[in-house]
């Protein structure tokens, strides 16, 4: 237990559900083929230089405490020299992309850029949710980028749906553990917003496109994760279950290989 915990103060949950869903949505649009190893390795640095900046800068204001804004409290200067050599590591991986994803990889750390002014400016204080939105968008952007550059002659339907679908489970993972951190923040109406929308999308995936159900079952066993975490624990402590939740493409995988 105290194993994924310390992952998921890491925020390495998150990295590796990135990384196995950037593979599930690579199969899906490009004929079942997978992300060559370093467009993956690529992504899993940046999500988790991203993700380990954005504690560090939380932790620079006057925040609700919590066991993992301790432990990053605790580690500030461990994590300090972690997060310089993820960069030396991903400024290493980029120069061996070709070309066309470090453009495209340009307008995201733009994004990522102008995201971590508005945090240290207190921008995302103003609107709520704005913070849980933006980092949603990054997140989704980043895993579907190397898809982007490489499924033009994909269903254009199945790419705005897929890529919709997936934005709100990031969000749906982002409100709820915000809402359940800081017991003064109401977005119920949000979340369930999110989850209506969220079953739409799935219904339309499955009765205007051709997409097999067995490809969507990662999705709807992370979404019903997070359902189980909103109506039934109704518990921050479960927030290191909610990440791990995405790395369910693994069972997708798992499946495949039983099945052959």
Known sequence: MQFFKTLHFLSLDVVVGACLFQCLLTTIFLSGQFPPLLVTLTLAFAVWTIYLVDRFIDNQKPVLHSALHDFHLKHVHKIKYLIGGNVLILLFLVTCLPKYLIINGVIISILVL??????????????????????????TTGIFLYIFSNALESNMVLQVLMVFLFFLLALQNLVLFTCLSNSELTGESMLIGIEVLWIGLC???????????????????????????????????????????????????LYAVIST
């Open 203 to 253: 219904l339309a995936l499955l009765f205007f496109t051709h997409l097999s159900i067995f490809l969507l079952l990662p999705f709807l066993l992370t979404f019903v994760i997070h359902l189980w975490i909103h109506y039934i624990s109704k518990s921050k402590q479960w927030a290191w279950v909610g990440e791990i939740a995405f790395i369910s493409p693994l069972f997708y995988y």
């Open 114 to 139: 102008v995201y971590w002014a508005f945090l240290i400016f207190g921008f995302f204080k103003r609107v709520k949710f704005s913070k849980e939105i933006s980092t949603a968008i990054i997140y």
